[in-house]
């Protein structure tokens, strides 16, 4: 179970799980050895390779579903404009655009 809220509460990530049809991926992150491993969330796929699919990562991770839903709704325009080129290209991005606000 992901949280105590339903994940349509979180309406932002539901639009962006629409768009790009993709899920959210719950992973556990550890500091190191010895600390307590935490849930990460984000929106994304794990990769099939038997079935032919590769993974996608469709967001930063966040402790949080309401961090991601913020995430998701301050960077909406942005999904859409990958959701139209997604359209076109039947391909997901090779960089996307927080990788790219990670650096400037």
Not at 31 to 58: C, M, N, R, W
Request: net charge negative; hydrophobic share 40%; with cysteine.
């Amino acid at each position: 179970m992901l949280t105590k809220q339903p994940l349509t509460a979180y309406q932002s990530i539901m639009a962006v799980m629409s768009l790009l049809d993709c899920s959210v991926v719950e992973d556990l992150d550890c500091d190191g050895p010895g600390t307590p491993s935490k849930s990460v969330f984000h929106l994304g796929d794990d990769a099939e390779p038997a079935a032919g699919l590769h993974g996608i990562t469709a967001s930063p991770s966040f402790h949080t579903l309401p961090e991601l839903d913020q995430f998701c709704a301050a960077h909406m325009d942005q999904y859409e404009a990958v959701s139209a080129e997604l359209e076109r290209t039947n391909a997901y991005p090779d960089s996307w655009f927080w990788d790219v606000l990670a650096t400037t």
